[in-house]
């Protein structure tokens, strides 16, 4: 059996782990990959929106099935192209996948299927936008409708940050075209907690919940990056919120989104924040979340292959998708200076202590090998985590283990899960 999996970083790393661990013992492909990947996998040099130059390897070397693992080529349509070319392939169509290409679109489905979420409107024109600024308390969110890497989203507390903030989005364009449209929505309160699950179109079921850390700064300070970190499960996330959350979410979610002949399968990710009021819908995620993956992924007891494949045939009901009870701690080790400007090309020592390490993975995010050296290739270099009987203990060990790692520049919070300790 051939796999290829699309992405380099360490979302897609913790996906060819557990490929690396199933029974089928596939062949593993990763375009592009990474330094780390290419120790379990053959990297291919195409890039992830190359769809043409994917297509043509999947069809010469006769690929079983792909997983994309990124956002852009599901929204641009890759799932189409494959399929078109009779290719099995693992992750949402084009029309699906606008639950995460457009927040303006996802926010319409939410209202019309009375799925929980914060009240907003959308605007096209940046002078209409700024006029309703009149209208809203604050603080108050903005959020670029389309893709942006994770950091279209703006918390302004008074009016003017709402001003300059869509200037900065719809007339600067600083997210690009994500930023056609805007979403301006009532800021909640509460607790963040992300829910991913696979769909098969009519049904669905949970990974499980986490948490993650976008602030590049201890405390939750500084700008908002990629994710500085994460753990799971979520403490937060209970058995009541649980049970509303199957009521009111995940399958209103599933049945709208075929309501609307946009069947979704693949992986939809709930970003949930748990209010006074009950969890409302903060976004959609169509792929795994990174680098939620990284601590869901190594609590997986049953295949992932087998879950992927029910997905795709819709007979998610039927399969094994079992996830261990233990916990499990990322931390992020990045290059000094992300998220806005930072050196690549330094020298990564203490990998090899990962070779034993017994429940302990080292991700691979912006790597690359030179001369017979990893070195670092941007700027959330490595995701190091660690699986343990409790969180608190998960947590100590993956602080440990990322010790071991030692790079120029490397940096990282110190206070990822800390809030685990604070709450029980």
Known sequence: MKVLVIGGGGREHAIVQALSESKYQPEIYCAPGNAGIASLASCVSIGAMDFEGLKSFALEQQIDLTIVGMDDPLVGGIVDVFREAGLRIFGPDKRAAILEGSKAFAKELMMKYDIPCAASRTFSEPEEAMIYLHEVSYPVVLKADGLALGKGVLICNTAQEAHDGIDQIMIQRTFGDAGKQIVIEEYLQGREVSVLTFVD?????????????????????????????????????????????????????????????????????????LTEDGPKVLEFNARFGDPEAQVLLPRMRSDLIDAVNACIDGTLDQADVSFDDRAAVCVVLASDGYPVSYEKGKIIRGLEYFDQAKDQYCFHAGTISVAGEVVTNGGRVLGVTAVADSLTEAREQAYKAAEQVKFDGKYLRHDIGKSIEEST
Do not use: W
Request: proline residues 4%.
């Open 201 to 273: 179109g009519h049904s669905y079921r949970i990974m499980g919940s986490a948490q993650d850390h976008k602030r590049i700064g201890d405390g939750d300070t500084g700008l908002n990056t990629g994710g500085m970190g994460t753990f799971s499960p979520s403490p937060f996330y209970t058995e009541e919120i649980d049970r509303i959350c199957h009521e009111t979410v995940y399958q209103r979610t599933v049945d709208a989104m075929r309501k609307e002949d946009r069947p979704f399968k693949g992986v939809i990710f709930f970003g949930l924040m």
